[in-house]
């Protein structure tokens, strides 16, 4: 430590310190490893970085504010308040949804015959115009979620665990138990899985890679809403901005696993939320550059290990 | 058709004339202000207490010479090169003077511009002492300094907090960071003990891995430097369900009610160091009237209105823009303003009246006064 | 259903969706309420452009256009055909007496104006370089532009060297940053390098806004000198050499065209030689040139480093001119915008990046009452003209010819 002294000294406290950290990590990890899977998809589909699925998670933490708080102005919040976040939940998913597959099929869809760069500068364009569009729609100030009981936790020893980072854990939880099942253990899913294996020949063999794309999209976007709603409750606000950096990192986390593999993208998104939050704690400029290490560590992986921990799934027939 | 001509010629320079006139007729004064980005809040705030303030001046007569009062409202995000171009565009606008900005990152090379134009510049926020260390003839503060607000807060927590340590974060900017460092250095020579002084980046959303930290280190008091009150509010939400219970201290840049809506029940109880402004009085009230259809005041609304209402006031005794001559009526002015007592210094700033106000019941409420040693 | 009456469904129906979109923005509000009305005055505005633009789509499609377009057409096909059989210098000496004699007609506020157009068109062709040319689509160049001006900055503050001095310094450092940022990213796919080098900008400025000893971080280094001309003067009774310090805008206009018309000159004389055949193989098919005997890593390490070159140097005239450098200036969002310029101009295209610089920083001081606007726009026009003209306004001249071109 540069200053003073903040490192806890006996051997106790130091476990309690790594422990908790590594309890808020491990929460930091699951959003991560959330919007991890709508890039990770979506690569392993049509070999496209989503620069826009960032903006899809901050548009799934606006539609929580704004139908909580509408819940909220209704009374309705008060008597059911689980019945209130589970609505909110389901229908910031289905808007989220509704407008990933509204930008695939509006600016990445025209384009899926022309070359990588075009449909990558859409996709810039389509994160700055869906950033901006959430700016003047909602306004340049936080918007403040209307839930307080989120701020509450219990004591675990010296360890301090917070309602919402349960919540955070056990969202994130089902809903991956959930993916892996529709991708592995459905008809659906395998025609994902062929569609991203191979495309021309999936198509050869009936299925509609249109309709298998956009399903893509929509279940990528769905995992962001989650992970978008998550955030604003556990933070307490949320800001058209928000999408942009958790937005990277996500992506940094879907290279690391793999590009294209789901359980890789869910074990990358764990590991980039541990070492920021690690990396804060243990080293001495730690939290002003906490950013970087995931920065450093998708340059490092992509220029050693490229194909990922688990290694990629991409359909390579496309040269 | 000479003659139609000769009239055609008259006519359009009448008319010219009479622009020229109508031209003459206005009097314009411009402000400078995030208008939009983190800081939107705040920069708001000052663009609507200027003009409370003109619409104040104009219902006391306005200023003789001058039928109408224009307000240039320029955005700077808090961006020095967005501020430098809307110093430019204030420039060339030709204002008497500028009420501004916000950040003192943007404030200061803004104020360069502006005086190479000899416009006057009165910032109702930018507290870091830079601002008026560098000479410049033509600017002025209306609000405190932040070798002041330490020193206030350093107060607090020696003789009302009796507090022995002390946890300081800030987020590097000039302002916090000014600040912190400040707080550390009086805590040293006071015999506190800094435990540590860490810092976040500005924008940050999780700050759990350096609140563990605060929390581990059981500090009695929790410095806590932020430049919005949107990252505050966060921070102390985080702050709140880790179980920090240290006394937490903030400052003027978390002055603002989005703090408590966004934080809720996790701001009461938090201290910070405000300027004094003492609400009971009538030129206070006359502000909160001419404010009212701007929605309700923010941290810096009253700053604003004192400068613009400063600046318009020394323009109507001087009977004329001849900055230097305004310059002389506003180092005559020892008024009591809607936020403070206006008494300008030979280097521009006004002086600082910093007390401790706390949030209570979703409110803020003036708590300690460092002067007298005494609650409210 | 028709063919025809099937577009309009389709129509219908993407109308819908963009309400069902637009909707719980704007009309489910906080107090709990449910209101159609704002959302509904969004909606209808661009549904009626949508709806023109649809219907001037489809009639021209229909052929109602043709008497109108085929001699418009023609017209545009006889002045490209004068353009390009008439010498250069006919448009470019009138165009030169503008950019020369433009400080004497115009106030401030048009210099400063012009003053940032030209620092982009800088930027813009530095950055053409490395996507347009070269085809590596780097999204951190602002980096460059913030090492540049750093770079001077601190030379200026704590030695006190003057701007000529610093310029070369600043153009190699610069070129240093980009071999550095460039070579990790030589053997990844096109895809991959847009992220990385995203990565990177962002990682020079987070290490320049937390570096305090030495950038000041978010506080940005104050009292930077404008650059200053030794100039012969009488003085004393003999003559004798005086420093000039230029602080007037048109003094800073005249340098950043210099810096302009040389960074142009450069550029095309790059675009036309061997180094500029090579980068075009590159980027059209990096196996193939690879093949062909390209050294594709050299080449590529060389399109940075000479982009970066391009960066640094308007970055040092940016710290001189502003005399403040902070990290809030070189953002993603920066580089974005340098990115739609060159794209929105066309890639590859000397004019067409001056006009997209000229486009994205003049035209939004036109439209000022816009401001919010504007970077809404920005997005939609990227997006925009990826779909319906990926070549830019005014797309690059090809060198030779290619087996799938007419004519």
């Known amino acids: 430590m540069a200053e003073g002294e903040g490192s806890p000294g006996h051997k106790a406290e130091r476990m309690d310190y790594f422990l908790q950290q590594m309890i808020n990590g491990l929460t930091l990890g699951g959003v991560y490893a959330l919007v991890a899977l709508g890039y990770t998809m979506v690569y392993g589909i049509i070999q496209l970085i989503n620069f826009a699925h960032g903006e899809i998670f901050a548009a799934g933490g606006y539609m929580g504010v704004i139908f909580l708080s509408f819940l909220t102005?209704?009374?309705?919040?008060?008597?059911?308040?689980?019945?209130?976040?589970?609505?909110?939940?389901?229908?910031?998913?289905?808007?989220?949804?509704?407008?990933?597959?509204?930008?695939?099929?509006?600016?990445?869809?025209?384009?899926?015959?022309?070359?990588?760069?075009?449909?990558?500068?859409?996709?810039?364009?389509?994160?700055?115009?869906?950033?901006?569009?959430?700016?003047?729609?909602?306004?340049?100030?936080?918007?403040?979620?209307?839930?307080?009981?989120?701020?509450?936790?219990?004591?675990?020893?010296?360890?301090?665990?917070?309602?919402?980072?349960?919540?955070?854990?056990?969202?994130?939880?089902?809903?991956?138990?959930?993916?892996?099942?529709?991708?592995?253990?459905?008809?659906?899913?395998?025609?994902?899985?062929?569609?991203?294996?191979?495309?021309?020949?999936?198509?050869?063999?009936?299925?509609?890679?249109?309709?298998?794309?956009?399903?893509?999209?929509?279940?990528?976007?769905c995992l962001a809403a989650a992970a978008g709603i998550m955030v604003g409750l556990y933070y307490g606000s949320v800001r058209y901005d928000m999408g942009f950096v958790p937005g990277i990192k996500a992506f940094a986390a879907a290279v690391l696993g793999g590009i294209g593999n789901i359980t890789g993208a869910m074990i990358g998104g764990l590991v980039i939320g541990m070492v920021e939050i690690m990396a804060a704690a243990y080293l001495p400029m730690g939290g002003q550059y906490k950013d970087v290490f995931a920065f450093v560590i998708l340059i490092g992986v992509l220029y050693f290990m490229p194909t990922g921990i688990m290694g990629e799934n991409v359909d390579d027939t496309r040269v | 058709m000479k003659g139609f001509t000769r009239i055609v010629v008259l006519t359009l320079a009448l008319c010219l004339a009479m622009g020229a006139a109508v031209q003459a007729a206005t009097l314009k004064i411009g402000s400078q202000s995030p208008l939009t980005g983190s800081y939107a809040a705040d920069g708001n705030d000052i663009a609507n207490g200027t003009r409370a303030a003109i619409d104040a001046i104009q219902k006391e007569g306005g200023i003789p010479g001058f039928e109408k009062i224009e307000l240039f409202a320029e955005d700077d995000a808090c961006d020095p090169r967005q501020a430098v171009a809307a110093a430019n565009k204030l420039l060339n606008e030709k204002v008497v003077g500028v009420v501004g900005s916000y950040c003192s990152s943007s404030t200061i090379p803004a104020s360069e511009v502006l005086d190479e134009g000899k416009i006057l510049m009165l910032t109702p926020a930018s507290t870091s002492e830079k601002v008026t260390e560098r000479g410049l003839p033509y600017m002025f503060r209306v609000c405190g300094r932040d070798d002041d607000q330490s020193v206030a807060a350093m107060k607090f927590m020696t003789d009302f907090l009796k507090a022995k340590t002390v946890f300081i974060v800030d987020d590097k900017t000039t302002y916090s960071q000014g600040l912190a460092d400040n707080v550390e250095k009086l805590a040293k020579e006071k015999g506190i003990k800094v435990i540590e002084h860490d810092h976040v980046n500005q924008g940050d959303k999780d700050f759990s891995a350096v609140l563990t930290k605060v929390k581990n280190a059981k500090p009695d008091v929790f410095y806590m430097s932020l430049q919005n009150s949107s990252s505050g509010a966060l921070m102390l939400i985080q702050a709140k369900r880790m179980g920090i219970d240290a006394a937490i201290i903030g400052q003027d840049a978390v002055y603002h009610p989005q703090l408590m809506e966004i934080a809720k029940d996790a701001a009461e109880g938090v201290y910070l160091t405000f300027g004094f402004i003492d609400e009971e009085t009538p030129a206070y009230k006359k502000f909160l009237a001419a404010y009212e259809k701007y929605g309700k005041p923010g941290a810096y609304s009253a700053y604003a209105y004192d400068s613009a209402y400063s600046l318009l006031s020394a323009i109507k005794a001087a009977g004329s823009t001849d900055p230097d001559k305004i310059k002389a009526e506003i180092m005559k002015i020892d008024t009591l303003g809607a936020s403070k007592h206006i008494k300008f210094m030979e280097n521009g700033d006004s002086g600082s009246n910093y007390i401790i106000r706390v949030v209570k019941d979703g409110q803020f409420k003036n708590f300690w006064d460092p002067q007298t040693g005494k609650k409210y | 259903m028709t063919r025809g009456s099937r577009v309009w469904l389709l129509f219908a129906m993407a109308m819908a969706w963009l309400f069902l979109l637009l909707w719980p923005l704007l009309g489910i509000g906080p107090d709990g309420s449910l209101t159609f009305g704002e959302a509904f005055a969004v909606w209808w505005k661009i549904a009626l452009a949508a709806l023109a633009c649809f219907v001037i789509h489809r009639l021209s499609r229909a052929g109602v256009f043709e008497p109108l377009t085929r001699p418009l057409f023609r017209l545009t096909q006889g002045v490209s055909r004068v353009y390009g059989a008439s010498p250069k210098w006919m448009f470019l000496v009138p165009l030169l007496a503008f950019a020369l004699t433009y400080p004497f007609f115009t106030d401030r506020y048009a210099q400063d104006v012009a003053v940032n157009v030209l620092v982009y068109v800088c930027l813009g062709l530095g950055l053409n370089v490395v996507v347009g040319l070269c085809g590596l689509l780097d999204l951190g160049y602002i980096a460059f532009y913030g090492v540049g001006a750093y770079t001077y900055a601190l030379l200026s503050v704590h030695y006190g060297l003057s701007f000529w001095l610093c310029l070369p310094v600043c153009a190699a450092l610069a070129a240093v940053a980009g071999c550095i940022i460039g070579y990790p990213t030589l053997r990844m796919r096109g895809d991959y390098l847009a992220i990385v080098t995203l990565g990177f900008g962002e990682i020079v400025r987070i290490v320049i806004n937390n570096w305090?000893?030495?950038?000041?971080?978010?506080?940005?280094?104050?009292?930077?000198?404008?650059?200053?001309?030794?100039?012969?003067?009488?003085?004393?009774?003999?003559?004798?050499?005086?420093?000039?310090?230029?602080?007037?805008?048109?003094?800073?206009?005249?340098?950043?065209?210099?810096?302009?018309?040389?960074?142009?000159?450069?550029?095309?004389?790059?675009?036309?030689?061997?180094?500029?055949?090579?980068?075009?193989?590159?980027?059209e098919d990096e196996t193939a040139a690879e093949l062909m005997g390209v050294n594709t890593f050299r080449f590529k390490l060389l399109a940075y480093a000479m982009g970066a070159v391009f960066g640094g140097l308007a970055g040092a005239f940016f710290a001189a001119r502003m005399k403040f450098v902070s990290p809030e200036s070189f953002t993603f969002i920066e580089s974005a915008m340098v990115l739609a310029m060159v794209v929105l101009g066309g890639l590859g295209s000397i004019p067409g990046v001056i006009l997209g610089a000229l486009a994205?920083?003049?035209?939004?001081?036109?439209?000022?009452?816009?401001?919010?606007?504007?970077?809404?726009?920005?997005?939609?026009?990227?997006?925009?003209?990826?779909?319906?003209?990926?070549?830019?306004?005014?797309?690059a001249a090809r060198m030779g010819k290619r087996s799938d071109d007419e004519g």
């Open chain 1, 73 to 221: 102005a209704n009374g309705f919040m008060e008597a059911h308040p689980g019945l209130g976040i589970g609505l909110s939940l389901i229908l910031s998913m289905g808007y989220c949804a509704m407008l990933a597959m509204a930008v695939e099929k509006v600016a990445y869809k025209p384009l899926r015959q022309s070359s990588r760069l075009s449909v990558l500068l859409s996709a810039l364009g389509m994160s700055i115009f869906l950033q901006n569009g959430l700016m003047l729609t909602q306004g340049v100030y936080d918007k403040a979620y209307p839930t307080e009981f989120t701020h509450g936790g219990f004591d675990l020893g010296a360890i301090r665990i917070s309602y919402m980072q349960i919540g955070i854990l056990a969202v994130t939880a089902l809903l991956l138990v959930a993916l892996n099942a529709l991708v592995f253990r459905t008809r659906m899913g395998k025609a994902m899985r062929a569609t991203a294996q191979d495309k021309v020949m999936s198509a050869l063999v009936g299925i509609s890679s249109n309709k298998v794309i956009s399903l893509t999209f929509a279940i990528g976007a």
């Open chain 3, 212 to 283: 305090m000893s030495l950038t000041n971080g978010p506080n940005g280094i104050l009292g930077i000198a404008p650059p200053s001309i030794v100039v012969p003067a009488m003085k004393d009774g003999g003559l004798a050499l005086e420093t000039v310090v230029m602080r007037q805008l048109s003094a800073m206009y005249y340098i950043i065209l210099a810096l302009a018309v040389f960074t142009v000159v450069a550029v095309r004389r790059l675009n036309f030689s061997r180094i500029g055949r090579a980068w075009e193989a590159i980027r």
């Open chain 3, 360 to 395: 994205l920083v003049a035209l939004p001081e036109v439209f000022r009452q816009f401001e919010l606007y504007r970077m809404l726009v920005f997005g939609g026009v990227m997006a925009l003209m990826m779909l319906v003209r990926p070549a830019g306004l005014w797309p």
